[in-house]
């Protein structure tokens, strides 16, 4: 079976994208997450609202921001001309993310067809194939963001910002204007973040933990091929076979 350097590099960059998004994509698409907040975040005596009107306007705000809807609501709530434009920027980051995960996903399965087809595979890196060496990447990367937000959320919060939506205020919300801020608190997207680093490491953990295992199947099987006598056991006296 032939190996692939550039076979390598391609799979090793689907796979970073296909754990990245999908990290991302948990607490997108999982609202029982933000359903359990409600209550310990005391969202109802915040706002006046009750449970279901929470999850209401929750639901409208992430259904216009994943694509299912055309025109932004945030159930009973009102909202000013800004307050939907900043919602209109979230929807083109959030369908991106959902199309990265997507195509990236379809790379890998493409990959995985085009190396049966062709007796590929990727070539290896220092021993390790390209699942460790996007694993570790990510990991490292995101240790690191992980720790800066760690030590000052609020300034990562502001940093993220002006990264993603770069000389806009339109997401410095004034409750009393777009009050579906108020369901939205600072908590809820500190625990959202801590959620999608979890996730991420527990993948990048998945994958470098199979790669030294795979490592450790390689080097069992070259011993065992090493030790194996050259005529295959069929001769008599020759040093091979004893």
Sequence with gaps: MKESRLLSAVTALFTALAVLSGAIAV????????????????????????????????????DYCLGLREDFAAGILPFSESGASHFADVRVLFLLDLWVLGLSLLGLIVLFVLCRKKRLRPSLLLGHGPGFWAASGLGAVFLAVGAFAATDFNRAFVVFHHLFFPGKDNWLFNWWEDPVILILPETFFRNCAILILGMLLLWCAILIVSDLWAARRRKKARQSGSSAPTCGGNCEGCSGCG
């Design 27 to 62: 607490p997108l698409l999982c609202r029982p997450f933000y359903y359990a907040h409600i209550g310990p975040l005391g969202l109802e005596n915040l706002t006046g609202l009750t449970r279901e009107e929470i999850r209401q306007a929750f639901d409208q705000v992430m």
